[in-house]
C-alpha cells in the first residue's frame, strides 16, 4: 500500500492549470471503440483510471499510442469482445464498455464493475435499459453475457439520472435503428462532454445538458478530433486545500459554470472570489465559517464527489454545518479518518454534523475511496504536524501527481511507493 507523508502547517497559494476530467476522459475512451477511423484525444488526465482504460483498448486489439496529453486511438481492428475480470474490478466506469461494444460489435461479456466502495452500486438501471432496446443479457458465473442482433430505439425512463446509465444508453442508442429518447436523463457537465464528443464523430444528440436527451441512430461513426474538459473536482479540491491552509489560489482552465455550487458553497465560508469565464482567484478568510447545510445530489445540485473534501474543509470551520449524502449510501467513511485527527463530526445515517474543531493535528490515517483519499490529505496539509496517509493507490485513480502539484505550491508532501 502506498502513503503520503505530509508536513502540515503550509499554505497552498499560487497558480494551478487545472488537468483534463477524468469522470469525462473514461466515457470518452469507451466511446472511441464506436468510431470507426483514427480518433485524437488532447488534454487526456495522466492518471491510473485513464492508463487502465487504455489498457482495455489495447486488450480489445486497439491500438493506442499516447504522447504528452495526446491520445491516438484507432479501434478498426478490433478483436476481442470481453473484458478481462480483473480490470473490471478495478475501475466501475468500465461498465460503459458495454454499451460501446453492444453498439460497435453487437455483443459484450463484461463481469459487474468495481470501483470506488461508497455503496452498493447496482446496475439495474442500466440493464433494465439495454433490454428494453433489444439487448439479450444472460448472467452466469458473475459475467453478463449480452448480445444484440437489433438494437432498437426506445422511450426510456430513467427513475433515477444515473450518471453512467445515461452514458451507456447513449453509447448503445448513437447506433440504434430509430430514435431512442433518454427521460431523466444525468445533466452532469461529463454527460454533455460525451455527447459533444459523439457528436464530433458524426453522431445525432440532442438536449444534452437538460433532462430529456434524443438520439437517433446512425449506422457508422468516423474519427474525430477533441479535447477532453477540465476536471471540475480537481479545481475543487485544490480550492478547498488553499481556503484551509489560507493560501490564495488562481486556477486556470476552468468552466465557471460547472462548478457553480462548489463555488458557492465557499463563499458561504467567507472564500471570496475574482471570476472571469476561464479563470477563478480565491482568498479564503483570516477564519472559515460555517452555518449552513449542504445536500449533495444530482447535477446542478452540489457534487457527492465534492463532498469527502468540503468537510474536510468544514472541519476547520466556525460553528456547525450539516451535510446530507443522498447519492451514494456509504460515502462517509473519511469522516472517522479526521476524527482522528482532530475533527468533530457525528454521521446519523446519511447526516454528518460537523463542528469546527479549533484546529486539527497530524495523524496516521487512512484514504479508502479516492476522494476520501484526497480530503484526508488536503486536511494533513492543514493540520499541525506530520500526518501519513494510507491508500495512494485510490488517489492516484483520479489525481494526476497530485503531490507534485501541491509541492510546487508550497505544500509538503511525498509520495511513499
Ligand atoms: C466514472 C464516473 O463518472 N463516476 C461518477 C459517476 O458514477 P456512477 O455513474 O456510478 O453514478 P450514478 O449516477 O450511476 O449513481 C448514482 C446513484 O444511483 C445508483 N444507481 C446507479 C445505477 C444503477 O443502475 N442503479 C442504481 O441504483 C447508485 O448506486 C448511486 O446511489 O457519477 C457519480 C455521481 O455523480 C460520481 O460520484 C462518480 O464519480
Ligand atoms: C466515485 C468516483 O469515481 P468512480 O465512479 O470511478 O468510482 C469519483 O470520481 O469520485
Known sequence: MGYYLIEGGKPISGEFAVRGSKNAALPILAATLLAEDEVVLENCPLIRDFYLTLDILRELGCRVELTGRTAVIDTRQIQDVKIREETVQKMRSSILFLGALLGRERK??????????????PIDIHLKAFEKMGVEIIEEDGLFYCEAPHILGYHIYLNYPSVGATENI????????????????????????????????????????????????VKKLHGAYFSIPFDRIEAGTFLCASAMTGGELYLTGIEKNDIETTLEALVKTGCQFNIEAERIWMKPPKELKSGFSLVTGPFPGFPTDMQPLMMSLLTLAKGT?????????????????????????????????????????????????????????????????????????????????????????GGNVRLME
Open 108 to 121: 459484450a461479456i463484461l463481469g459487474h464493475p468495481g470501483g470506488c466502495a461508497i455503496g452498493e452500486r
Open 321 to 409: 454545518c450539516m451535510i446530507s449524502e443522498t447519492v451514494f449510501e456509504a460515502r462517509f467513511r473519511h469522516a472517522d479518518e479526521l476524527c482522528r485527527m482532530g475533527a468533530d463530526i457525528v454521521i446519523e445515517d446519511r447526516v454528518a454534523q460537523i463542528k469546527g474543531c479549533g484546529g486539527l493535528h497530524g495523524a496516521e490515517v487512512f484514504g479508502r475511496d479516492l476522494r476520501g483519499g484526497a480530503a484526508l490529505l488536503i486536511a494533513a496539509l492543514a493540520a499541525e504536524g506530520k500526518s501519513t496517509v494510507y491508500g495512494s493507490e485510490y488517489v492516484e485513480r483520479g489525481y494526476e501527481k497530485i503531490e507534485d502539484a501541491l509541492s510546487l505550491l
Open 170 to 217: 447513449l453509447l448503445l442508442a448513437v447506433k440504434a435503428e430509430g430514435v431512442t429518447v433518454i427521460h431523466n436523463a444525468a445533466r452532469e457537465p461529463e454527460i454533455v462532454a460525451l455527447v459533444r464528443f459523439l457528436r464530433a464523430c458524426g453522431a445525432e444528440i440532442y438536449g444534452e445538458g437538460t433532462p430529456s436527451i434524443m438520439i437517433e441512430g
